[in-house]
């Protein structure tokens, strides 16, 4: 058996091997998912073949496990790096005694990028990554959730951990929620003060290195590349729609931004909140506002060293994320700057929105 780089000729077998681990259980995917692999690895702007997806081919030339790479730059202190993040980790049932996942992974961890990530790792990826040298990035591991009507996101949220009980309230959560209405106002966020707009790429650049002065870690983003993640991530509508405000204070100084998928009547994800620490308070003001305008009931997002104490003060609830975010570097003074928090790493530098599993594909 050997390991060697993704081509786009193995696209078919290592579809057929997704659909068939990771989605419906059929050997037979969807006309559409070879089509969505060959973008999301072969043609997005970082796509580098020095940090190749990998396969596991058999000694019959079979694809029996696969892992696909993406890629991002980033600067730090200055520095570009190249770091990668890892997704779509699957080996077929029949091999799984042969430790082709780990094995995968560990080839994978060998290559020439600064940095590795994942954000979307089970348990058991977590202990084949942390046996490989890898570490687990706890404070990224913690889960926020801001509710404007509890008992409607009660029943989203718990749909997944007690469907029973979720099936029961959902149907009367929204009385629930109008006859509770003295919590209702106490959750209702107060009106944000100074201004908010649409954050374009051309915005998100121009404001990148004051918006994230002090870290030593941050996207290194241009107008095209940034576009490009954007529309992609606007893609996956099974999140809700995407919104990205650009929030000014009073005085039209930049207090930072936000982005978020919002779901009118359920619960909101929470992909990026960049500000400066003194102003990360004003722009969460924007965001619940924002949030609780367009229907959402809950958001959901991901902690950041720098939300710890605003959130605080706002209504918000820490809980264990579903995924474990992990990180694996050569790099002390990499691994520094993410563990201690001076690094702009979010969800919309990994891999957690990606639709591989929500499209239909047909």
């Given at each position: ?30 006309p ?20 190749p997806?990998l ?115 959902r ?12 919590l ?36 290194a ?6 576009g ?84 605080s ?50």
């Amino acid at each position: 058996m050997t390991i060697r780089p993704l081509q786009r000729s193995d696209l078919g077998q290592v579809t057929s091997l997704y659909e068939h681990v990771s989605r419906s259980g059929s050997r037979t995917p969807p006309p559409g998912l070879d089509r969505y692999f060959e973008q999301s690895f072969f043609e997005q702007p970082w796509a580098d073949p020095q940090i190749p997806s990998l396969v596991y081919v058999d000694g019959d030339e079979a694809i029996v496990g696969f892992i696909g790479s993406s890629v991002r730059p980033l600067d730090f202190e200055g520095e570009t790096i190249r770091m990668a993040f890892s997704t779509q980790l699957v080996a077929d049932p029949s091999v799984r005694k042969r430790a082709v996942g780990a094995f995968l992974l560990k080839a994978y961890l060998a290559g020439p990028q600064d940095m590795t990530i994942t954000d979307e790792a089970s348990d058991e990826v977590r202990r084949m990554w942390e046996g490989l040298g890898g570490e687990t990035v706890h404070l990224a591991c913690i889960g926020w959730i801001r509710p404007f009507r509890p008992w409607i996101a009660a029943a989203e949220l718990g749909a997944r951990t007690r469907p029973g009980l979720a099936r029961t309230l959902r149907p009367i959560a929204p009385a629930l929620d109008a006859a509770t209405r003295v919590l209702a106002s106490r959750l209702a966020p107060d009106k944000p003060r100074g201004t908010s707009e649409e954050l374009t790429p051309a915005l998100l650049v121009e404001h990148l290195p004051e918006v994230a002065k002090g870290r030593r870690l941050r996207p290194a983003y241009d107008e095209s590349t940034v576009g490009w993640l954007l529309r992609e991530v606007e893609a996956v509508k099974s999140h809700g729609t995407l919104v990205r405000r650009l929030v000014r204070h009073e005085t039209g100084e930049v207090a930072g931004w936000f982005v978020y998928y919002a779901k009118r009547g359920g619960v909101g994800q929470v992909l990026q909140i960049a500000a400066p620490e003194r102003t990360v308070g004003p722009v969460l003001d924007h965001l619940f506002h924002d949030a609780e305008s367009r229907g959402v009931t809950a958001l959901r997002g991901r902690m950041e060293a720098h939300l710890r104490e605003p959130l605080s003060t706002r209504g918000c609830y820490l809980r264990r994320s579903d995924a474990w975010a992990l990180i694996h570097s050569s790099r002390g003074d990499v691994l520094h700057a993410v563990h201690s928090g001076r690094a702009l790493l979010t969800r919309l530098e990994g891999g957690w929105w990606m639709g591989h599993h929500l499209f239909p594909f047909d």
